[in-house]
């Protein structure tokens, strides 16, 4: 089992930066790829960005891409975020999760994460 637990969100106008982090505890947060993922209302919940279990390759949507920057420092048990000029179109509630534990890749698909924080509200005024 693992516990994780967003934070970071909150307002930001349009051109802002916020910092998310993902702190875990349970089982071994370093075995595991992780992910962050969002879900404005009426919409799906999509990857947004990935990394592997060693941090050495990465994944963004084409969405993020030169924005967000995902992180992960496997000592401290945790996961970053960092994303600058937002948009109005980046507000949505955004999760991070972990899964495919042991397996050296990125993991893109959402069906293949195993354990998910409650979630952070990241709202992005125009």
């Known amino acids: 089992q693992v516990q994780l637990v967003e934070s970071g969100g909150g307002l930001v106008q349009a051109g802002g930066s916020l910092r998310l982090a993902c702190v875990a505890s349970?089982?071994?947060?370093?075995?595991?790829?992780m992910g962050w993922f969002r879900q404005a209302p009426g919409k799906e919940r999509e990857l947004v960005v990935a990394?592997?279990?060693?941090?050495?390759?990465?994944y963004y949507a084409d969405s993020v891409k030169g924005r967000f920057t995902i992180s992960r420092d496997n000592a401290k048990n945790t996961g970053y975020l960092q994303m600058i000029s937002l948009k109005a179109e980046d507000t949505a509630v955004y999760y991070c999760?972990?899964?495919?534990?042991?397996?050296?890749?990125?993991?893109?698909?959402?069906?293949?994460?195993?354990?998910w924080g409650q979630g952070t509200q990241v709202t992005v005024s125009s």
């Open positions: 349970g089982r071994a947060f370093g075995a595991y790829a």
């Open positions: 999760a972990v899964g495919g534990f042991g397996i050296p890749g990125l993991i893109t698909s959402v069906a293949a994460y195993d354990y």
């Open positions: 990394i592997t279990r060693s941090g050495r390759k990465t």
